[in-house]
């Protein structure tokens, strides 16, 4: 799914400008992510593309869509930082949720839930609880729930930022190879700088609020992604470089 994001701003209720001239396009399956500082706009933007929130003046759509109609679709999913399970839902019926909603039938409910878990590894705990798992497999899970409808655009939105160093850069290998096998859009916020040029084709840096899109460096690595990556001198290069635009957005 293309996004594209037109001059775009948001106002919040007394006047507090979240985004202002925000512009932004993503080909069909590319990966980016979306770095800036903590009330910069990064989360505001998500949901503006979501269409849960409206720009009070420009536009987005997706693939010629209205983010609305295409949410409607069940072609969007989203991630967040809380991996948002219910606490009285096994691990499967909590992957099963967006089907159900979707009215999928039972015989196909049950193969793609089974296919979601498998891919992030996680086949054996189906009938466990939330509470009997750890944070990186919680995430997992939510991960699973996410991409069990075969989504076109994924916004993950800090989803691995409560988590400790080991299990976040196990989870973003586990991303990047979700992303190779089936290529759909993604726009992940973190405020990781590893992380974002770990996991994304494009890193996109914003200004402090009202935020704006001021600088883009392109991440040149191959996918899947090896871990070896983070060792590299180009690597550091990279977010030295990411670093940098980041300072200056806030000088
Ligand atoms: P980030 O995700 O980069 O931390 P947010 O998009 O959450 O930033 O917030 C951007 C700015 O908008 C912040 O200053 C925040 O306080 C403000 N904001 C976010 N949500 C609301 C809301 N619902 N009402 C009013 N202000 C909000």
Known sequence: MQVSVQSARVTYEGAIAALDGVGLE??????????????????TLLRLIAGLI??????????????????GSGRLAFVFQDATLLPWRSVAANVALPLELQRT???????????????VALGEF????????????????SLARAIVTQPKLMLLDEPFGALDDITRHM???????????????????????????????????MSPRPGRI???VPIP???PRDPALR???????????????LRGALA
Request: proline share 5%; glycine share 8%; charged share 25%.
């Open 105 to 119: 039938p039972g015989r196909n409910r049950a193969e793609l839930v089974s296919r979601a878990l498998e891919l």
């Open 26 to 43: 993503i080909a069909p399956g590319e990966l980016v992510s979306v770095v800036g500082p903590s009330g910069c706009g990064k989360s």
């Open 171 to 205: 989870l973003n290998e586990e991303l990047a190879n979700l992303w190779a096998r089936d290529r759909w859009t993604g726009v992940f916020v973190t405020h990781n700088i590893a992380e974002a040029v770990f996991l994304s084709k494009r890193v996109l840096v």
């Open 231 to 245: 060792a590299r001198a180009e690597f550091a290069k990279l977010t030295g470089e990411v670093s940098r635009h």
């Open 126 to 141: 189906a009938r466990r609880y939330p509470d009997q798992l750890s944070g990186g497999m919680r995430m997992r899970a």
């Open 221 to 223: 690595f191959d996918f």
């Open 214 to 216: 001021v600088a883009e």
């Open 54 to 71: 409206q720009p009070s003046s420009g536009s987005v759509s997706l693939s010629g869509q209205s983010p609305r109609a295409a949410r």
